[in-house]
């Protein structure tokens, strides 16, 4: 079943490059892996937990425990199907494509397929391989049809996450090694059960965190190292801005979730420079993604630059959900990463589809667009609202989550004041979000905005089902927490 | 029973997102849809009232994640509660019915009923609130519809600045209260009303805490009541429809914040720090916002001073620990105010949106009705003996008295004022002759009273602005073996007759209150009366002590300052040093594969080859 899921999306690719075809294959194809999804997340059996639907071939090098094994639990049903309602939209709302129009639309779809590989594997290689499948037709897709200075965008996020591969690399295989010998292996299965017996001294801890903290981080834009992503997004295709911020991304969250979690938690208090523990340095780093880059949010005169650096925020508040490693802040951390992944697309979306009609993303060249383009504008505003944490919508929850975290028994002085920090920037993203959307949709209509033609025909459905989930999610969140609560306390214990 | 307020909570929701799906197309159908939800909230109100004062609770799970967090969504109705559902539902249903006329010709018709029942939702949500993060939920909600229905006219440059002006000065007081709410959790480990209040012990065990966590619970009633500093925003919503401001920018939204800290009063009750602050804010606004109100000339932005500093008494009543007199004058308000604003839009929908009090004169004559009841509500705000505010406001003076004069006499100053400015707008608007631009002759259309389903309504409030302060609708609310601890100056009784408790001077207080009444109403008089213009010029009131104009420059000094000097260093020093210095480390890469005729992908699928191999490698050996 999983195999056929990642194949559709792979084999569609493929014929889509190879010439065959046209958008509506790739229609197709996104309509199909979403609807697996769907079928494997009825099948999935909630009470039981753990992996499941699990097929896994023969170990492929002699002496190493490396298969080709795909399964799901809570964690990655979760992701996965968020990977296909953001690539069902991505698709539709693809602008039109004069040249090379398959190579476009196949690379889209490959996009996805390697996040949703990532999501699938489970074998730690392949959850690796899979990911940096993904970056190429990323970078491809930038650089060939980008707009502004894309080949120089499209040439920084390659520096920027090829270092942030090879770091993390690194600190895989720093872990691999910390493990004893004759316990080692790439499955995620077993690892889990190796994580649990606490192998791996408190000190020996740190030089791993580290590095994958590092390396994860620059995939997820933590501050330093976040520079890339709001040009990046500006630059890039409406479906690939849409993807990578709202579902590749999340895949450094996911690895942090998976492997430093269960593997590491003695770092978290661990110190790594005088009396700075990890979580003291993971905390300041994320307080700079919220606060910092919350105020450098304010600054852009942009949508696509705000929306770009609006989404390096919030990875501040999944990484402070993190880093209280308690079951309440890791719930809010993980139906963040589902929650913001798919407000993100959804805004992404509706910028591209301003910047199709206008040309430009400038606040000075805008305005008035809700009386031009209602719908568009009315799931702007469902999208503004969930980003900005309104109730209703699971952001809400997620966030609710992540601060009652903080605040949990046992959390430390500088977490509880982190928690409090990081509400101040639920004021701040109202600040930017609301502005931004004044300035693009309320106010007098321009002359340009009155030729403009609203969405229409399916695609209106493809974009409304971003904003439906999210409401969905936001009423009925123990749903869905259900789904993560037996992978979570397994990551903890 | 137990279905009865999920009723009244639900077909508000119900109507909003039908509206929002399908709805929004047809007019009539939303009009008819709201206005369906509203009254079957009302009948439902009126059931639940009918079946008697026993305490009604259900509630179903919203987030479970064993023993360390269980949040619910759980409705609870006790007596507060049914005052509050009688408040919002009955002047709720008297809004949507005036509205049908007011807002007959808008073209976002649709997506006002949408937004007004949403505000109903979520307003009724805040009332059966029966935990902290649920009366949380509901109340970003509320901030949510005021912002849409601010905005309603988003065309409007004014309108829209106006909309988020409000939505993040709510911001701000919700930041506060989210705090307070994980303060208390953190204490108490608990978040529903009732268990928090039985773990109330593990808070008192430390006072400075406990007064931290109360004042940041209060700063959610400082944004959504609007109390200095953050009361800026409510005069600038008057950009709003009118009905909208009578219904939540009047009776019933603004009172939120009141309500709250009523629920919450046996969190303030143990911190007499807190309450010396809530009084302390409560006074301030009273007096500063009724100063502000005498020198206005927009008859909408004179009620919204007014109101703001009607919210200033019932806050300051909280802080006199009487929260049954704060309630007693937010249930009085509440209609008075209403029909002050629905009257007020009367005047503005027969003169075609002329706002202007100066402009208008001699109205008495052309809207006869409009000007009965506006005289009515005019009367039972600034306190005329026997209407309903007369008792309310005597009970909260009664409580400020009690708690020294540093709290009365503002607050009776406060009344004077509040007699003054209103007996000014009465005096120019409805008095005198009637303006003409040219000075002299009348213009030929200068006014009308509206048709019957404008001018019903405002007979029915003008009606209950006179009993209402006899309390035939409510039951004992804060009695005395509700808290021990607080001991309340002021209770309702089932009599409706104001009982005071351990309250000494009790004559005094009264005849002063009918002084300020006589003396701001005689001055007013004395001073308006058969003026075209005002005769009294303070700019200082009229420019509302330039706080608007601080903040902007405030807001100008720190954060967009902050903004532009964090852009600045992200983009020179974060990617300009740290990012090209990482860029210069891997240039020896690039360079060579640029040599090698490779780009950017070739480039990257060469990295990613060389590390599998090398791990490969490493893992093998």
Known sequence: ?493 | MEFLPWLILLSPLASAACILLFAHRSKALSVTLSLAAVLTAFGATVALLAAGSQTVASSVTWINLGPALHLTIGLKVDALTRVMLLVVTGIGALVHIYSTVYMAEDEGKSRFFGSLSLFMFSMLGIVLADSLTMIFIFWELVGVSSFLLIGHWFTKESAAKAANKAFLTNRIGDFGFMSGILLVWAATGAVGFDAVQQNMAKLTANPALLTLAALCLFCGAVGKSAQVPLHVWLPDAMEGPTPVSALIHAATMVAAGVYMLARLFFLFAPSPDALTVIAAIGVVTALLAALMATQQDDIKRILAYSTLSQLGFMVAAIGCQAPGSAMFHLFTHAFFKALLFLGAGAVIHGLHHEQNIWKMGGLRKTMPKTFLTFAIGTLALTGAPFLAGFFSKDAILLAAYNKGPLFFFPLLLSAVLTAFYMTRLVVVAFFGEAYHPTGHGHSKDHGHDGPAAMTVPLLILAALSVIAGYGFFAEPIFGHDLFHTAHSLATFSAAGVLEYVDAPHVALVPMLAVGAFVLGTLGAWMLYSGKAKDPVRIPLFANRFYIDEAYAALIAGSQEMLASVSDWVDRYLIDGVLVRGIAGLTWGTGYALRLLQLGNIQGYAFIFGAGVVVLLFLLNK
């Open chain 1, 1 to 493: 079943m999983l195999t056929t899921l990642l194949l559709v999306p792979i084999v569609t690719a493929i014929a889509l490059l190879l010439g065959f075809g046209n958008r509506s294959w790739a229609k197709a194809s996104a309509l199909v892996q979403l609807a697996l999804t769907l079928f494997v997340w009825s099948g999935y059996d909630q009470t039981l937990g753990g992996y499941q639907f699990v097929s896994a071939s023969e170990p492929l090098f002699a002496g190493l425990d490396l298969r080709f094994s795909l399964g799901v639990d809570g964690l990655s049903l979760l992701l996965l199907l968020l990977t296909g309602l953001v690539t069902v939209a991505a698709v539709w709302m693809s602008p039109k494509i004069e040249k090379r129009a398959n190579l476009f639309d196949g690379s889209v779809l490959l996009i996805s397929a390697g996040a949703a590989g990532a999501f699938l594997a489970k074998d730690a290689f392949f959850m690796y391989a899979f990911h940096e499948l993904a970056l190429i037709p990323t970078f491809l897709l930038i650089g060939y049809w980008g707009s502004g200075e894309r080949q120089n965008v499209a040439w920084k996020v390659t520096i920027f996450l090829a270092v942030g591969s090879i770091v993390l690399l690194a600190g895989l295989v720093d872990l691999y090694l910390a493990i004893p010998a004759a316990l080692r292996s790439f499955d995620l299965q077993k690892l889990q059960e190796v994580a649990a017996q606490h192998l791996i001294p408190a000190t020996a801890q740190v030089r791993p965190w580290l590095l994958l903290t590092a390396g994860f981080g620059i995939l997820i834009s933590l501050f330093p190292f976040h520079s890339w992503a709001a040009p990046a997004y500006a630059s890039a295709p409406t479906p690939v801005a849409m993807l990578h911020s709202g579902v590749l991304k999340k895949f450094g969250l996911y690895g942090i979730i998976r492997l430093v979690v269960p593997f590491l938690p003695e770092a978290f208090k661990q110190p790594v420079w005088g009396n700075c523990t990890a979580q003291d340095l993971l905390l300041g780093l994320l307080l700079c993604n919220i606060l910092y880059i919350g105020l450098v949010t304010i600054a852009q005169r942009k949508l696509d630059y705000v929306i770009g650096y609006s989404s390096v925020m919030h990875m501040g508040y999944v990484f402070l959900g993190i880093a209280s490693m308690n079951l309440i802040g890791l719930s809010g951390a993980c139906l963040l990463m589902f929650s913001h992944g798919l407000s993100v697309a959804a805004l992404f979306a509706v910028s591209g589809a301003i910047r199709e009609r206008e040309g430009s993303l400038n606040f000075e060249r805008l305005g008035g667009a809700a009386k031009a383009v209602p719908y568009l504008a009315i799931c702007f505003a469902l999208a503004t609202f969930a980003s900005i944490g309104l109730p209703g919508f699971s952001n809400f929850a997620s966030e609710t989550l992540v601060f009652f975290g903080g605040f949990q028994n046992g959390a430390s002085t500088f977490l509880k004041t982190a928690t409090i920090l990081a509400l101040w920037g639920v004021v701040i993203s109202a600040v930017y979000m609301l502005r931004a959307y004044k300035a693009v949709f309320l106010g007098e209509k321009t002359t340009a905005a009155a030729k403009w033609t609203d969405l229409d025909g399916s695609a209106r459905f493809a974009l409304a089902a971003l904003p439906l989930a999210l409401l969905l999610a936001g009423f009925f969140p123990q749903y869905f927490l259900g789904y993560l609560k037996p992978t979570l306390e397994a990551a903890l214990r």
